[in-house]
């Protein structure tokens, strides 16, 4: 079979290889990959800015959707056919998260997904929606399932609560989609007018362009007549986590995804405007099979298609990346397999 494999850190060194099809093991699943989704997080794994802790040859890419094959012994909950999706934490289960259930995630402690053939522990795969092709499938795992999380699990929102969304990307997509399902007002913030247009066809109620608006806090204010909004998913990190603060109101929620600008979160913001503002600050870490399962009933209740930016080819694998690594996308980059 085909596998994207890297023998040394960086996105240009990546080579289709021939491996042998990988034999289903006790409660394994053989998967048939049919698409994959990069996020962030593989980029910075592959270009070796994330963690060293990689052995090579590595096959890369957590999120993947597909058929299953072949099943291991003892497998019960899966049949020959089922269309599939993987699960980024494995053995998160449900519930919280805590160090045991956090501690395998595809293609950081196992092999990852970018190959025609996978084999996944039969517990670590949720079924895909039926309204989905695979190519949207794929985009799932992480990107859907952290917005999810974050909006419905950790921040409890309500019809009418207003969301700040922040950029085009993946998580900020899937949470503008969530959020208009669930009847919320949605502001976006973005780099570029065109992006704004765009996010405005989407969904989104008022955009603010951070490039024209560096103090963009001052219009998510003005937009929300002096209160803030309810809630918002801080994607960039260390320039943006103290205005994602100033833009919440009273007993606001500020989800901490990502770190994009940087890792560092140094606030420089007043104690009280936390403390006397009630404000609440969430790590987040994806989420659990049994978030999966409900976010994909609502992605079938309300037909909500993921928003796809390119599909590549297998072949196209260094593209693809180049296109994350640019910046210049909107929504998910996906190969289809
Ligand atoms: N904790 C978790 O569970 C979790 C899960 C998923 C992702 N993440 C993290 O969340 C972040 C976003 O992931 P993603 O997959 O959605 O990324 P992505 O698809 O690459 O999207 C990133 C978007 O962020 C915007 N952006 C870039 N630099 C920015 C800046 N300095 N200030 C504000 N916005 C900026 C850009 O959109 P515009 O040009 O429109 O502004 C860009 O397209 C990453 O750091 C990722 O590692 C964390």
Redesign the pocket.
Known sequence: MKAVQLNSFGINNFQINEVEIPIPKRNEVLIRIKAVSL???D??LANGSFSNDLSFPYIPASDGSGLVIALGEEVTQWNVGDSVVIQYVQNWTKGKIDKESNRVRVAWQTPGVLAEYVCIPAHGLVKAPENLSFEEAATLP??AL?AW?ALINQANLQLGQTVLV????????FALQIAKAAGARII?????NE?AER?KVLGADAVVN?NEYPQWQDKVLSLTNGEGVDITLD???T??IAKSLLSVKENGFVG??????GADLALNIHEHKINMSFLRIQ?????SVESFKALNRAIEVNDIHPVIDTIFSIDQVQDAYRR?EE???????VLSI
């Open positions: 996020n962030y997080l980029l910075i992480i990107a952290t999380h922040q950029g085009s990307g993946g998580v900020s997509l976006a913030t973005t780099s570029s992006k996010l951070y994607v960039a990190g320039d943006t901490t995804a990502g770190f994009i600008s790590g987040l870490a994806v989420g994350l910046g210049k996308h909107i929504g998910k980059i």
